[in-house]
Structure formats: C-alpha cells, structure tokens
C-alpha cells in the first residue's frame, strides 16, 4: 500500500531524497511525507473554526440583549396599566389587581443598606488585618479559606439557619423591647444578608489594601508613625476607592439575594413601619408569589420587579468593576 | 557544484505601511549553513519569518515579491505544507508543556493527525533525536515531560521537533541567545553536524558565533540586504564599509 | 502648638490592633456557628435509607431524599452540557481577539450576566422554557443554571487562556499545524486546569442554588429521570421543608441541608486539588 502511495505521489515530492545520506531512511521519510502531503487537505479548516468562535462570543452578546428584551417585552401589561407609578404605588393586592411597587423597594433598601452597614463593620477590619497585619501564614490561610467557606454556603442554608437560630433570638429581643414578636422581618434579614455579604467585600478590600506600595507605607512609618498612623492616614486613603468598589459590589449582591431573605423577611406586601417590621424584598416577593400569579397583569407586575431589580444591580455592579478596573486589580 | 535550495527574488515585507524588508535577493545553498546577521531591527527575524510564512500571522501585514523552495513559489502554497518542509526553531526553548519528551518529538504527526505505527513513531523519535545529539541523554526517560530538562536540552529537544518533519530547510532563530556558553557551543556542534542533513538558515545577533559556523552569511542593515558571501570572505575582507562597520563594532 | 504625646499615640495603636483582631475574629464565627449547627443537626438523621428513599408523605415518620440527590445530578448535568462547549468557545474568542470594540463589550456583557440575580435568571428561564413547554420541568431548570454557570466559565477560560505563553502557539503553527488544531490539542490542554477550576466552581455555585429553579424545575415529591418533568433537589427540598409547619420534614431538612454543605465544601476542595494536580508549568 505504501509502495503504491509512492508512485502515485512521487510527483509530488517536493523536494529531491537525494540529499539524505541514507537511503532507507530517505525512503521511509519520503513514504512518511507522501501521506503529509496526501493529508493537507482533510481536517477542519481556519475560517469555519474562526467562525464557530465568533458566534460563540456573539451569543454571549445576543443572550444579555435577550435577556433585558424579554424581561421589558413580559412585563409590557404591567407597564401599559401602571406607567411609572408602579414604583411609587404602596398597595400590592393581587385580590384587586392592584400592584405597586413601592413596599418592595422599601423592603429591599431598607435590608441592603442595613446589611451593608453591619457588614462594613466587620469586613473593613477583615481587609485591613489581612492586608496589613496577617498578610502571609497560617492564621492568614486560615482566615482566607473561612471567608471562602461563608461565600460558598448556599443562600437557602443561611435562610434555614436564619429561621430557626437567629429568628428565636430575635423574637426574645424584640419581647424585651416590648415590639411584636414576629422574629422574622427586616432586622433578621438584614442581619442574615450582612453575614452573606462580608466576602464580597473582605476579599476585595483585602487586595487593594495589599496592592498599596509598600515604600509609601514605609516612608510614613520612617518618619515616626505608627502603624495605625499610617493605615488611617496612608493605606486607607490610598486603597479607599477600592474598598468603595468593593463595598458596592457587595451591595449589589445583597440587592439580588433571594432564598435567605425569603425566609427570614416575614412575607409581608405592607411597606414596612419600622426595623422589626416583617416585610417583602422586590426578590422576595417574586420567590413567593410567581407560582400562584393567576392572570396576565399579576404575572407581569411580578416580572416588573424583576425588570427593576435587573436594572438596578447591573448598574451598582458595573459601577463598581468599572472602579475596579481601574484600581488594576483583577476581580 | 553547489545548487539552491531556497530562492528570494525582490522580496518586501511591510508592518502596516512600514517596510521592514526592501527588494532582498538572496539565494540560499543546499546543505549549507548560511547566517543572516545585522543590527537590532534590521529585518532578520522578520525575514525567516516570512520564510516559513510566520510573519503573515500578525494583522495588518503583508508582503510582495516570490520565495521558492525547490522552484515551487511557497506563496502559491497552502501556508500549512509550506510550515511542513520549513523548519523552525525559536529564541525561547518552547517544548510543548503538557508532552512527554516522545510525544514532542512527533508532535509535528500527532497534532496534525498523522498516523504512524508504533515502530514507525519509534524509528522518527529515535533518528531525530539521535540528529539532534540528544539521544543519548533521555533514552530510557522518554516519556518523562520536555519541560524537565536543561535549557540546553529543550532546545535539542525543539530541534529534534523539527527535524521529525524531515524538513529541507531548517530556521533557527538565535537558537543560543537564552542558553548558557556550555549549551551554546553544544547546539553549535549541532549545527555543524546537521548541515548534511538539512540546509540551515541561522540569524544571530552573535558576529562571532556566525563567524565560527557558517558557510555563507547575509548582512542586513536596516530591512537591505548589503552583503552576501561566503563567510570566509566576508570575515576577513568584506566588500561594502557598512559590513565593516558592523563587523569592528561601530554598531550594534 | 500642641502634640499629642507619644504614648497616647501608641495606646491608640495598640488599641486598634486589639479592635481589628477581635471584629476579624467575630466576622468568622458565624461560620462556625453554621457548620456546628448543621452538623449536629444533621448528621443523626443521614444514614443509608436516608439516601435512598423517598420523602415519606406528612405524618410518616422516616424517608428520605433520594429523589432529590438525583435531581441535583441530573440538574448539574444538563446545566453543564449547555454550559461548558458554549462557554469555553466564548472564552477562546475573548482570549484570542484581545483587542477590538466587540471583545470589550461582549467582555462587559460577561460580567454583567454574572451579577444578575439568580431569581431573574429564573424568571428568564421561565418565559423561555416553562411557557413554550407548557409546563414546568428540569429541562428549564438546567438552562437557568446553565445561564448562571455560563459567565464563570467564559471569565475562567478567558483568564486561564491568557496566560499561555505565545511561544506555545508558535511552536505548533510553526510545524505546520493548523489553527483550529493548534487551539484545541495545544493551548486548551496547556490551559485545562484554569478551565477544569472555572467549571467545577461554577457547578459548586449552582449545585446549592434555589431561587431560578422555583418556577422551572419546581420541585416534586416522586422520583423521575424525565428532563420533560418537573424534578426536585436538594436545596429546593430544603426550603420546602424549612419553610413547612411539620417537624419531622425540618429533621429532614437539617439532614438534606448536611448533604448539600458536604456536596459544596466536597466540590470547593476537589477545585483546589485540580488545580494543583493539573497545572502545567511552562
């Protein structure tokens, strides 16, 4: 079969055996270079691969432009009935079909902002320890791998845990204060929500905080300060958009949070009158009434909301990689 | 009676609508060793490079004028049988990570899917890497991964790539300026001994080096091609000034 | 001028070091508060039958969450398909056209997917899955988490992809090899562990996600391989038996929510373990 291949493609060798000094060699290299040659043309080609991974980047496109379309296009009913004053309506009564969005947007600052304040309190010193004072280590892997763990927990974990650890406290805290004692509501969720969100912005702070040249750090201390001196007066100024980013972008996350404020909010469609107040968040409202939505302007009131929280968490979050981004530091 | 392997006729290469190469003519011997050397920039990288078809690969370039290998222009041909017969080895030592020493050398079958029987891989990788003076340091260890061994070694085991091929040209690249002076003479025996096999362009920046194993070497200054010759001449009595500019070290 | 003495200076110093380290330390301890709790909770209830019964209708003691450890698999399984071929592709384009108005903006749409909330994705799936179907079913649940997995494994490949010296390439083109050939059997396998790290963290992230799959896969209280039904899994399992008045479906939930932390922690080290085993070094 070789021999054959050889008289059939010898014409088109390309260049003369002659110049091997071995002549078995010579033959087996030019049977070997007849199939090179016989081969070129099989296989896949430039311009259709290139192609096949020009469509994979184009949908990636298609699927974010698709996605905002059919979240507008779903929730067109509820638009066309209510026009802007969907968001400022306070009733939610699927009975009456009347449906305002405003308790929910309540619901959901009055949690985030809640979250993102107690969380600050923990994952800026979190940051600043592990960007400054423990940087390397055991205690430093340690601390890492834990903030690792507390991103990687499921939401519904922490919404379980929430319902029936921290609810029972929060309900003999809120008899001591004399409040009804739901122990669900906003209190409890944001709580919840804080502990979820100290990863995001630990790990960010942590890495600008480290990124701050050490020669500034030790120009201050050469002149006498001391190592808080110089964490409030050089790091923190210098890391400070970062750490903006950073908590924007956890913020961002809490806005979205779904299953553990689900369980832990209360379920209530009234704009909440106080911090002990159960209540609904724009997520949660959809997580628990998306299955029982009967009729077309209920349904789309529904995907309104998730139309909002849509808009609104991609702006916070694009807003803070853009900080990011330019920081240098890779996200 | 020395014949041509490798015929460059008017060749121009250009970066966008900088010319890098101006009307080189240059006709390369078979089983021979011929050094282009130059300044930084002149051209000579860029030159093998269009050889093997390479420089096409970065955007916005493009090139006129013909190259032939045997009297077949290379650029009537399909760029990927052209890369078949052209050899190339780089700076930087670039044995392919995830292979063991074997699967480098046939790499050039296996990623194109070439079937080989086993004692047909066998014979390549040992005759390459016996060409390639290697042999006899990694026989027994070699399903090891290439990227175990010495710079040195790599780049043996890079030329031993090439020559799998069974190429009629070889490009090598400054093969020796990321090795050691102990590697870099190795590889230079290499060279030496290889020319019987296969006809060698090497570009060095390395006057010496050049000196010491060519049969032939170009000088490019600035994109032209100023001097061709034999290297004996060449060394000793060079004919335009810039060559001999360039050879006392009033540039570099 | 007045100067603040130096020992007041390093009181407050030293002050503040006490208070980084005590708010550091307290920020982790709900971590261990959790993984005490589940455990205790949770360990008494798993055992054999747990894993392989169904859940026993209210009143019955016993049962357990077959169904759902089975629906997990199966939802990973069809998120994965859609996901990885899809998100790897994309990941090489990024890689390979670095510069140009089109890789900026599909590389900003990369992030803003990843930062939509998982209820929305839920919500997409459901008008594109469940309302053509008719009817709810793990097919829509497994492209929600596919659309969620999506963006992660793009952003590992990409990344990953980068950082494979140019020299590896040229190497392969330079023997003649083709393109497409040069990417798939040289660089991608260069790049497999960044990859494999994208795909296995981006299948920890879905494997405990609850809110897309409410209105796509549903959940279900009987067994079923169908990708046409709708299918149950464990952190679905969790938050309806959480949120339900009977007690003996909370022991169950504590026990399903120790099998879904082992899975994810489980799946969080088999990444590091990848990554370590299967890195190339260049």
């Not at chain 1, 309900?171 to 009804?180: D, I, Q, S």
């Not at chain 2, 050094?35 to 002149?42: F, L």
Request: charged residues 15%; aromatic residues 10%; glycine residues 8%.
């Amino acid at each position: 079969m070789l021999e054959k291949d050889i008289k059939d493609i010898s014409v088109e060798l390309e260049y003369p055996m002659g110049m091997l000094k071995d002549s078995s060699t010579a033959d087996f290299l030019a049977k070997v270079h007849a199939r090179v040659k016989a081969r070129w043309k099989s296989g896949f080609s430039e311009s259709s691969f290139r192609r096949i991974l020009y469509c994979a980047g184009i949908c990636v496109l298609v699927l974010l432009v698709a996605i905002f379309f059919s979240l507008v296009i779903a929730s067109l009913p509820a638009i066309r009935n209510f026009g802007i004053w969907f968001l400022s309506g306070v009733t939610w009564d699927p009975v009456r079909s009347e449906f305002g969005a405003f308790p929910f947007l309540v619901g959901t600052l009055a949690t985030s902002f809640l979250a993102l304040i107690i969380s600050v309190i923990f994952s800026i010193p979190l940051s600043i320890f592990l960007g400054e004072y423990s940087a390397q280590g055991a205690t430093s892997t340690f601390i890492k791998s834990m903030i690792e763990l507390l991103a990687g927990v499921p939401s519904v974990i922490y919404g379980f845990c929430g319902l029936f650890l921290l609810a029972p406290l929060v309900r003999n805290l809120e008899m001591k204060l004399g409040v009804a004692p739901y122990g669900v509501g906003i209190f409890t969720a944001s709580l919840v929500l804080s502990i979820m969100i100290i990863p995001y912005s630990a790990s960010i702070g942590r890495e600008v905080i480290s990124l701050v040249p050490s020669d500034l750090k030790e120009a201050a201390l050469s002149l006498g300060a001391t190592r808080f001196e110089v964490i409030r007066k050089v790091v923190l100024p210098y890391a400070g958009s970062g750490i903006i980013a950073g908590i924007l972008l956890s913020l961002g996350r809490a806005l979205g949070e779904t299953m553990a404020v689900t369980m832990v909010i209360g379920n209530s469609n009234f704009i909440p009158k106080g911090i002990f107040s159960p209540a609904n968040t724009l997520a949660s409202a959809i997580a628990n009434e998306f299955t029982e939505a009967t009729g077309s302007l209920y349904l789309s009131s529904l995907i309104e909301l998730g139309l909002v929280l849509f808009i609104v968490t991609t702006v916070i979050n694009v807003l803070g990689k853009l900080i990011i981004r330019r920081m240098g530091v890779g996200v | 009676m020395e014949s041509t392997v490798l015929r460059i006729e008017k060749f121009s290469a250009f970066f966008g609508e900088n010319a890098v190469l101006k009307d080189i003519n240059l006709s390369i011997s078979r089983n021979k060793i011929s050094a282009i050397m130059g300044p930084s920039g002149c051209g000579k990288t860029t030159l093998i490079r269009c050889i093997n078809r390479m420089h096409e690969l970065i955007p916005d370039t493009r090139v006129s004028g013909k190259i032939f290998l045997d009297n077949e222009d290379i650029y009537a041909t399909d760029p990927i049988i052209v890369r078949r017969q052209i050899g190339m080895v780089f700076q930087k030592p670039n044995p392919f990570p995830t292979m063991s020493i074997y699967d480098n050398v046939i790499a050039g079958y296996n990623l194109n899917g070439i079937r080989l029987a086993k004692d047909e891989k066998e014979k390549v990788v040992e005759e390459s890497l016996r060409k390639a003076a290697l042999w006899e340091e990694v026989n027994g260890a070699l399903h090891r991964r290439g990227t175990f061994l010495s710079g040195g070694q790599q780049q043996r085991l890079c030329i031993a790539r090439a020559l799998a091929m069974g190429p009629a040209v070889l490009l090598l690249d400054e093969p020796t300026s990321a090795l050691d002076p102990k590697a870099t003479s190795h590889i230079e025996e290499l060279i030496m001994q290889l020319k019987d096999t296969v006809t060698i362009i090497l570009v060095t920046h390395n006057i010496a080096q050049a000196a010491r194993v060519s049969d032939f070497t170009a000088f490019l200054y600035l994109g032209e091609l100023v001097e061709f010759g034999p290297s004996e001449k060449m060394f000793t009595a060079p004919k335009d000034k810039k060559t001999e500019e360039y050879l006392s070290g009033k540039f570099g | 001028m007045e100067e603040p003495s130096i020992r007041k200076r390093i009181l407050w110093d030293k002050l503040f070091k006490v208070i980084i380290i005590l708010l550091t330390f307290c920020s982790i301890l709900p971590m261990f508060f959790i993984l005490f709790f589940i455990t205790s909770k949770g360990i008494s209830v798993v055992n054999w039958s747990f894993f392989t019964q169904l859940p026993k209708p209210v009143g019955e003691i016993g049962g357990g969450i077959s169904n759902a450890i089975i629906g997990t698999f199966m939802l990973i399984g069809i998120s994965t398909a859609f996901s990885v071929p899809v998100g790897i592709l994309a990941g090489i384009f990024l890689s390979e056209y670095r510069k140009g108005r089109l890789i900026y903006f599909t590389r900003l749409c990369v992030e803003t997917l990843q930062g939509i909330p998982s209820i929305v994705i839920g919500i997409i799936a459901y008008i594109w899955v469940v309302v053509p179907m008719g009817s709810f079913s793990a097919l829509s649940g497994g492209v929600a988490l596919g659309l969620m997995m999506l963006p992660v494994i793009v952003t590992a490949t990409d990344e990953t992809l980068k950082l494979i010296p140019e020299g590896l390439r040229e190497a392969s083109l330079a023997l003649g090899v083709s393109y497409p050939r040069t990417i798939l059997k040289v660089i991608l396998p260069a790049g497999i562990s960044g990859i494999l790290t994208g795909i296995l963290l981006s299948i920890a992230r879905v494997a405990g996600e609850t809110a897309p799959l409410l209105f796509t896969a549903f959940g279900s209280p009987f067994m079923s391989l169908n990708i046409l039904k709708p299918i149950n899994n464990l952190p679905l399992m969790i938050f309806n038996y959480a949120t339900s008045p009977y007690p003996e479906w909370h022991t169950l939930a504590w026990g399903a929510s120790f099998v879904l932390v082992a899975l994810v922690l489980g799946l969080n080290l088999l990444t590091k373990f990848v990554t370590r085993k299967w890195k190339v070094q260049f």
